[in-house]
């Protein structure tokens, strides 16, 4: 699913890149759209994998870390999804 996930934002950004001079509102609110349901998806997978014990602290530290690289979450909900699984 995750390679699903990435060809499709893959494509987005192509989309994005050649209507780039359009400026056109609905492109930028289905890119957005795009990126909350990716990351509900890869918060949603962190979460079952962490309560199935298949995944240590530091491990999902990492993996949120690699989406704020990849502007897929932000600086914002990095550090509070770092602040609460530190907390457990």
Do not use: P, W
């Not at 491990?59 to 907390?87: G, N």
């Amino acid at each position: 699913m995750d390679d699903k996930i990435e060809l499709l934002r893959n494509k987005l950004e192509k989309l994005i890149e050649v209507t780039e001079n359009l400026v056109d509102s609905e492109v930028v609110s289905l890119s957005c759209e795009l990126d909350k349901l990716i990351l509900n998806y890869y918060f949603s997978v962190a979460s079952r994998q962490h309560l199935c014990g298949q995944q240590n602290v530091t491990d999902e530290i990492m993996k949120y870390k690699d989406l704020l690289d990849e502007k897929i979450i932000t600086e914002e909900e990095f550090s509070t999804k770092e602040k609460e699984l530190l907390r457990k």
